[in-house]
């Protein structure tokens, strides 16, 4: 019963925060530059969003309600796509532990946080591992996140997107290899 309570006072107050974001003039969410690491047998991606989690966020976060930031990676080498993957960031907050349950789906990771700040770095950070065998080749690297909607209630679900002015942060890169970094 407490629990109940508890979800319809979170539902309402994030009802009433969701009305405000109109007038928010949202987030310019973008990548910083892609950093790679040539490995034998394959290739560790590493970047980060910016920008992306100011002004409204930390009401979203501390809804209760999973937050989930979706990513969409490829890897190409010519005209030929080498690897696809989509993956998630997924945080969710416990009020009664005032904690952060992060979840990073690429590194099959979770992790318990009770600092928002830190919250927002772990989530921001994207470290990707490819393991496979590349060719000789320039390697395109293409990377793009997006937030999926907030579900409140059986009936109502909040399309986070407005908080990054509806547009998905991308991020392109093209590598070279040497003939003895594979």
Known sequence: MFEALANKIVTGIMAFGMMLFTSTEGNKAEFSDIQTEILQDGLIISTQLINSFQNDFEQVFKSGKPVIIEFALELQQGNTS?????????????????????????KEEIIFVNNYSEMLQRIAEVEYQYWGKLERQPLKISLQASLSKLQMSSQKKYNLMILWKYRNPTIEKTIGFQKDEI
Do not use: A, G, R
């Not at 989509?86 to 992060?102: A, G, S």
């Open 82 to 106: 080498v690897h696809k993957d989509k993956f998630t960031h997924t945080v969710t907050y416990d009020p009664m532990q005032q904690n952060f349950k992060i979840e990073l789906q690429e």
